[in-house]
């Protein structure tokens, strides 16, 4: 089945440990994606990925870093968690530039205390 | 200002009816549309693409204005499985960056 999984799907941290949120596509998608959705924010993206080694800032990427070592992965990582990174994380993937629909994963939903 | 804004709404509105959502846009190099549909905080789906010379997939019709930099979803007969959020979405030319729009939320009554 084609997806993008998220781990952990839930996820409650304390201030200043550092995190991880998995992200891994099985459909051979070049163009991969995170984003985060905050009530009546709207899903604002923090950092996108056109390639292998490729990256780049989003709206929103002061506090998270990336890597794309591999073309099915994108991690997100939180070096050191504030609450105001509580929110509800999407990755995404797409198969190309050219390519319309985005394929998001199920969410993770962080709280950091 | 957003870049992408939308009427929150909730529109309440009852089976059958015809509602119409709009988006408007204030960055010009905005490439392409879409409308997704969220249920409830889950994952974003597809709805349907937007184009200038209209876009129609069943009860569904999307249009887009560069002129007034303005995009719309019509859905006409309205059922209950239509409630959700409907975001309003614009990708920057190169494909890459998206810009969503906070969201409409309707709900459709019996």
């Known amino acids: 089945e084609a997806q993008v999984t998220q781990n952990p799907r839930y996820l409650i941290t304390v201030t200043g440990k550092k995190l991880t949120v998995t992200c891994s596509q099985n459909m051979n998608h070049e163009y991969m994606s995170w984003y985060r959705q905050d009530p009546g924010l709207g899903l604002r993206q923090i950092y996108y990925s056109m390639n292998v080694e490729v990256t780049d800032k989003g709206d929103v990427p002061e506090g998270y870093k990336v890597s794309r070592k591999e073309k099915r992965n994108f991690p997100l990582i939180l070096e050191s968690p504030s609450p105001n990174q509580t929110s509800l994380y999407f990755c995404a993937s797409r198969g190309g530039a050219t390519m319309i629909e985005q394929f998001f994963g199920p969410g993770t939903r962080l709280t950091v205390l | 200002r957003k870049e992408v804004e939308q009427d929150p709404g909730p ?100």
């Not at chain 2, 905005?30 to 709805?47: A, G, M, T, V």
């Open chain 2, 11 to 110: 529109f309440n509105v009852p089976e059958g009816a015809t509602v119409a959502f709009n988006c408007t846009y204030s960055n010009s190099a905005s490439q392409s549309f879409f409308w997704y549909r969220q249920d409830c905080r889950k994952e974003p789906k597809l709805l349907m693409s937007v184009y200038s010379s209209g876009n129609e997939d069943g009860r569904f019709t999307a249009q887009l204005n560069r002129a007034s930099q303005y995009i719309s979803l019509l859905i006409r007969d309205s059922k209950l499985s239509d409630s959700a959020t409907y975001l309003c979405v614009g990708v920057y030319t190169g494909g890459f960056k998206t810009i969503f729009g906070a969201g409409t939320r309707l709900f459709v009554k019996a």
